[in-house]
């Protein structure tokens, strides 16, 4: 158990939808990281927050937006859904001060039909 | 900009014998190294990682690495393969802290009884 904790388990949607993947990170870790992972694309950084703050932004779609909370626990939100976004998407968090590991929550398998 | 190869999609194994997983990157500096693994419906766990120092590290489950700058690769080894070993393996790259993780292909694990 990584400490970072990740809901819901499994959604599974209609395309068009828009829903909301929420993010708890290890106590003390002010960094959260969203990554998605798919067949076609493997595993690719979405967007990055630290302390409540956007701090770096990867191959993230328009349709896609995150943010982090003063508790900071993070949202990621998706919405316009298309069947391609189907995929395993991943919280991690890291702590600050020079240590640099990203530990991973269990993630979320959004399915798009 | 920063990439990872993972040159082997699939490996197999018989237990007990030995595991290396290739990894090579591409970065101008010293990269941030990591390897992650990722059993069946499960999140990314940290095997061990390199930030400077000893080019040789160790991690959890058994699990080594060596850092070769002269090749830009950062192998993973175990001498004993068990079966519980089953799983895919991501090596990863960051360069600076607090960055974004780039990932490689993954490498899927089979270990034949």
């Known amino acids: 158990d990584s400490g970072v904790t990740q809901t819901p388990k499994h959604l599974i949607t209609a395309t068009g939808q828009r829903v909301t993947l929420r993010c708890s990170p290890r106590?003390?870790?002010?960094?959260v990281y969203w990554y998605q992972q798919s067949l076609d694309q493997g595993l690719q950084f979405l967007i990055q927050y630290y302390n409540g703050e956007e701090r770096a932004k990867g191959n993230i779609l328009e349709r896609f937006s995150a943010q982090q909370f003063p508790d900071l626990h993070s949202e990621l939100n998706l919405s316009s859904l298309e069947l391609g976004d189907s995929a395993l998407y991943f919280c991690?968090?890291?702590?600050?001060?020079?240590?640099?590991?990203?530990?991973f929550g269990p993630g979320t398998r959004l399915t798009v039909t | 900009a920063q990439s990872v190869t993972q040159p082997d999609i699939h490996i197999t194994v018989s237990e007990g014998a030995s595991l290396e997983l290739r990894c090579n990157y591409s970065y101008g500096a010293t990269p941030y190294l990591f390897w992650y693994v990722q059993s069946p419906g499960q999140g990314l766990q940290l095997l061990l990682k390199y930030f400077s120092g000893d080019t040789l590290v160790q991690g959890i489950k058994g699990f080594e690495a060596e850092f070769k700058r002269s090749q830009s690769s950062f192998n993973l080894r175990k001498p004993s393969v068990h079966w519980s070993d089953a799983a895919e393996y991501f090596c990863a790259v960051g360069k600076a802290a607090g960055n974004k993780l780039t990932f490689g292909g993954g490498t899927r694990v089979l270990v034949k009884p």
């Open positions: 106590s003390g870790d002010l960094s």
């Open positions: 991690a968090s890291s702590p600050s001060g020079g240590r640099y590991e990203q530990y």
